[in-house]
């Protein structure tokens, strides 16, 4: 029987005819690689999400954390689960060799960490934290910081979180009032108070290591004064074994719609009630340069950020199958040319409204999954490149990619959820069908690691304008690439090419303009309109690089693949034309409303 997390035929599609991934193992970092071993990997992860992942994912939502008041408690199987990822090396996969890691392409890792998220995000989420807080500590941590943290983490002892947000600040980092203090033996004392830490308490590992954004005394202000420090739950000394509880305390828990097997917390630092060494203040240790910490913090948090994206696809992606296989075994009704009331009904998937919805699932999930395996090997190759000028375009190319890629399927692969409790109909809307949870599970995406409103305004306002619009353009190299590619195929998918062509013409002219006139505000005002159109025309491209790859190829698998384009380019892509129109405009519609009109 066929999974009904994810499609493995998809993923190896993707992977293998589409992106190439075997190709990678011709480059420095990815030569003791093979098929067979990227292959097995997926393999593996497949097999370990539905043994200890899947299996408890409606009683972590039913049975959420608790708190006495002293300790976390979480259900047996989380801690189950993860120690069988740690116990398979999957921590350490992409990290490097001399770090006890596997060097998988990120692409291939991001595939099967994909069938963890869809078998239960909940639990998946730790795994997602400690492997981008390493990733983190490894750029940028000292040699000694990487041993007594980074080790441990990757080898499933200790987890990470990172802490960002403050009741009184929320996503505006600049206003976080948490202190560090100086010390003379160069750590630090920090005080203040963090909200929304997921994973920030636990008795799932022997220690847990925030990454904490904190304010030296003196600093500039707003964020040019954030300094990053590793603040560990217990004190780890020179032997690596632990010592004094750190004087971080749980103030309480937040319940949340979904995601409910992640713990989320509310945490003080230097509250009093532990005092390490003897004294207030939770201790700290500085990572890089003071003042700097926003900028080694971006890194986790645009990895967190294609996490989130990932993480998405693969809710919405899972309740897409579930809603398929629902849709073939439940019948219901009678074509509608039907006359006799006697005739057998037939399974709901006959249905042309059905189909409808199940098509959209399976173009919203499917390019939203391609986009993201294509930033993973964006990853790859700016982590080996053959060239200067390969390494350049690869990130430029993340970098304009990363706010669609964690905002477009947190958008669209909640409305495939949407549509998979419409399938179902009725029953859709019970928890004993396992849609609704995905669907309040998936609701989490378009807020953490930053909503639509801030994504929007990194692309077109800081990504889109980046030196001199580079980053656009080496979009529309690879963009303009397939245009030729599928223009040179000629049938369906030269008329694709041309239907992308001017939109994509579209879109820069219109960008063009919006900065032309000056009008800051009016240009940015509108920025998740603009999120919204560039998203829909680069999953537009994203089909027609699956297009291409199917072509000449035969089957059901294939012809699916060609029926989704259709609908993307047909009932999709088109969305995107009066929103370019209301952009161009510099509309002030929402400028202009006044509190009191509400």
Same mark, same amino acid.
Not at 98 to 103: E, K, S, V
Not at 107 to 131: D, R
């Given at each position: 029987m066929e999974s009904t997390l994810l499609s493995r035929r998809d993923i190896d599609f993707l992977l293998f005819e589409w992106l190439g991934v075997d190709d990678l193992t011709k480059r420095d970092r990815f030569r003791e690689h093979s098929r067979e071993t990227f292959e097995g990997l997926l393999d593996l992860c497949q097999d370990l999400a539905t043994r200890y992942f899947a299996p408890h994912n409606k009683k972590n939502d039913a049975c959420e954390p608790t708190f006495d008041g002293e300790r976390v408690t979480l259900n047996p199987e989380v801690k189950e689960a993860l120690d069988a990822f740690a116990k398979a090396d999957l921590l350490a996969?992409?990290?490097?060799?001399?770090?006890?890691?596997?060097?998988?392409?990120?692409?291939?890792?991001?595939?099967?960490?994909?069938?963890?998220?869809?078998?239960?995000?909940?639990?998946?989420?730790?795994?997602?934290?400690?492997?981008?807080?390493?990733n983190l500590l490894s750029t940028y941590g000292t040699p000694e910081q990487i041993e007594r943290f980074v080790k441990p983490t990757l080898a499933g002892r200790f987890t990470g979180t990172m802490c960002l947000s403050e009741p009184q600040a929320g996503s505006s980092l600049a206003d976080i009032t948490t202190r560090a203090e100086p010390q003379d033996d160069g750590t630090y004392r920090l005080f203040g108070s963090k909200m929304w830490i997921s994973g920030g308490d636990h008795e799932l590992s022997e220690n847990i290591v925030h990454l904490v954004l904190a304010k030296i005394a003196g600093a500039p202000a707003g964020t040019r004064g954030i300094s990053l420090f590793i603040v560990p739950k217990f004190l780890v000394d020179d032997d690596g074994s632990l010592g004094d509880r750190n004087d971080v305390t749980l103030a309480g828990l937040n319940h949340k719609m979904g995601y409910r097997g992640t713990v989320n917390t509310a945490l003080n630092f230097g509250e009093g009630?532990?005092?390490?060494?003897?004294?207030?203040?939770?201790?700290?240790?500085?990572?890089?340069?003071?003042?700097?910490?926003?900028?080694?913090?971006?890194?986790?948090?645009?990895?967190?950020?294609?996490?989130?994206?990932?993480?998405?696809?693969?809710?919405?992606?899972?309740?897409?199958?579930?809603?398929?296989?629902?849709?073939?075994?439940?019948?219901?009704?009678?074509?509608?040319?039907?006359?006799?009331?006697?005739?057998?009904?037939?399974?709901?998937?006959?249905?042309?409204?059905?189909?409808?919805?199940?098509?959209?699932?399976?173009?919203?999930?499917? &390019? %939203?999954?391609?986009? $993201? *395996?294509?930033?993973?090997?964006?990853?790859?190759? !700016? @982590?080996?490149?053959?060239?200067?000028? +390969?390494?350049?375009?690869?990130?430029?190319?993340?970098?304009?990619?990363?706010?669609?890629?964690?905002?477009?399927?947190?958008?669209?692969?909640?409305?495939?959820?949407?549509?998979?409790?419409?399938?179902?109909?009725?029953?859709?809307?019970?928890?004993?069908?396992?849609?609704?949870?995905?669907?309040?599970?998936?609701?989490?995406?378009?807020?953490?690691?930053?909503?639509?409103?801030?994504?929007?305004?990194?692309?077109?306002?800081?990504?889109?304008?980046?030196?001199? &619009? %580079?980053?656009?353009? $080496? *979009?529309?190299?690879?963009?303009?690439?397939?245009? !030729? @590619?599928?223009?040179?195929?000629?049938? +369906?998918?030269?008329?694709?090419?041309?239907?992308?062509?001017?939109?994509?013409?579209?879109?820069?002219?219109?960008?063009?303009?919006?900065?032309?006139?000056?009008?800051?505000?009016?240009?940015?005002?509108?920025?998740?309109?603009?999120?919204?159109?560039?998203?829909?025309?680069?999953?537009?491209?994203?089909?027609?690089?699956?297009?291409?790859?199917?072509?000449?190829?035969?089957?059901d698998f294939y012809d699916g693949k060609r029926q989704a384009a259709r609908y993307f380019f047909r009932y999709e892509l088109p969305r995107t034309a009066p929103q370019l129109d209301l952009l161009a405009s510099l509309d002030r519609t929402t400028l202009e409303m006044r509190d009191s009109w509400f």
């Open positions: 996969m992409s990290m490097d060799a001399d770090l006890g890691g596997q060097q998988v392409p990120m692409a291939v890792a991001g595939a099967g960490l994909a069938w963890f998220h869809a078998a239960n995000v909940g639990t998946a989420a730790y795994v997602l934290l400690s492997v981008a807080n390493a009630r532990h005092q390490p060494l003897g004294r207030p203040g939770a201790v700290g240790y500085l990572v890089g340069q003071p003042n700097r910490g926003l900028a080694a913090m971006f890194h986790m948090m645009n990895e967190a950020r294609l996490g989130v994206g990932l993480g998405a696809i693969a809710l919405g992606y899972t309740g897409y199958l579930k809603s398929l296989q629902y849709a073939r075994e439940r019948p219901q009704g009678r074509p509608v040319t039907a006359k006799d009331p006697a005739a057998p009904q037939v399974p709901i998937i006959d249905h042309p409204d059905v189909k409808r919805m199940l098509l959209a699932q399976k173009a919203y999930v499917e &390019g %939203a999954l391609a986009l $993201a *395996l294509y930033c993973g090997r964006l990853v790859d190759v !700016a @982590a080996s490149p053959e060239s200067p000028a +390969e390494a350049e375009s690869a990130h430029r190319l993340l970098d304009i990619l990363t706010p669609v890629a964690k905002s477009w399927p947190s958008q669209w692969c909640l409305e495939a959820n949407s549509l998979a409790i419409q399938v179902h109909g009725g029953y859709g809307y019970t928890r004993e069908y396992d849609v609704e949870q995905h669907y309040r599970d998936n609701r989490l995406n378009p807020i953490h690691e930053g909503t639509h409103g801030i994504q929007s305004l990194d692309l077109l306002g800081r990504k889109v304008v980046a030196d001199g &619009g %580079a980053n656009v353009a $080496a *979009l529309g190299v690879a963009v303009g690439a397939t245009i !030729a @590619a599928a223009g040179a195929a000629g049938g +369906e998918a030269a008329e694709l090419a041309a239907q992308l062509d001017s939109s994509w013409q579209r879109l820069t002219a219109v960008t063009a303009s919006m900065f032309a006139s000056g009008d800051v505000d009016a240009a940015l005002a509108n920025s998740v309109v603009y999120l919204e159109a560039f998203g829909h025309i680069v999953i537009a491209w994203i089909w027609l690089e699956q297009l291409l790859a199917a072509d000449g190829r035969t089957g």
